[in-house]
């Protein structure tokens, strides 16, 4: 089993910044790519952005310029930095992990959910 737990999310105003945090936690032996990903009201779900073990990243293009991921691979930690947030940011983001557990199983993990309003 494998957990994460999402953090930083909130009320902002637009152009303001927010940092997300997502740490994954369990019997986890690698992990081969994490991510964030959001759904608006009425829409579906959308990568927003992700990044490999080694540090690759795919934004969407409506991120592009504006958010940022990173990773702390020893912590098992992504972070997504959001600046000139936008009303349209609005979402509720989730993170996700997928790697190997230690009994050598494939795992695919979202975690609970995090709001971020973007509004004045």
């Known amino acids: 089993q494998v957990q994460l737990v999402e953090s930083g999310g909130g009320l902002v105003q637009p152009g303001g910044s927010l940092r997300l945090s997502c740490a994954a936690s369990?019997?986890?032996?690698?992990?081969?790519?994490m991510g964030w990903y959001r759904q608006a009201p009425g829409k579906q779900r959308e990568l927003v952005a992700a990044i490999s073990s080694g540090g690759s990243t795919n934004y969407a293009e409506s991120v592009k310029g504006r958010f940022t991921i990173s990773r702390n691979n020893a912590k098992n930690t992504v972070y997504l930095q959001m600046n000139s947030l936008k009303p349209e940011d609005t979402a509720v983001y989730y993170c996700?992990?997928?790697?190997?557990?230690?009994?050598?199983?494939?795992?695919?993990?979202w975690g609970q959910g995090t709001q971020v309003t973007v509004s004045s």
């Open positions: 369990g019997s986890i032996f690698s992990i081969n790519a």
């Open positions: 996700n992990a997928y790697g190997s557990s230690w009994s050598l199983q494939d795992f695919d993990s």
